[in-house]
C-alpha cells in the first residue's frame, strides 16, 4: 500500500509540473492564449494540489492509526 500511495505521489507531483511549466510559458508568450486556457491550467494546478494534500493526510491518519495499534500491544 506504501508503494502505491508513492507511485500515485510521483504521478501528481508529475502532473503537477507539467502544468505549472505549460501555465508559466503560456503567460510568457508572445502569442497570448485565451483566458480559457489559462484557467484550466489553472484548476489543474488547484486540483493536484488538493490531492497532494489529500494523500497526506491519508498518510497521516494511517501513520497514526499504526502507532495506536502498535503502542496496545
Known amino acids: 500500500m506504501p508503494q502505491r500511495r508513492k507511485t500515485r505521489r510521483q504521478e501528481i507531483e508529475a502532473r503537477l509540473a507539467r502544468a505549472e511549466k505549460t501555465l508559466s510559458a503560456t503567460r510568457n508568450s508572445a502569442s497570448g492564449h ?40
Open 34 to 73: 485565451s483566458r480559457a486556457v489559462l484557467l484550466h491550467l489553472e484548476r489543474e494546478i488547484h486540483a493536484s494540489k488538493k490531492e497532494l494534500a489529500l494523500l497526506d493526510a491519508q498518510s497521516a491518519r494511517s501513520g497514526s492509526a499504526n502507532a495506536s495499534e502498535d503502542s496496545q500491544l
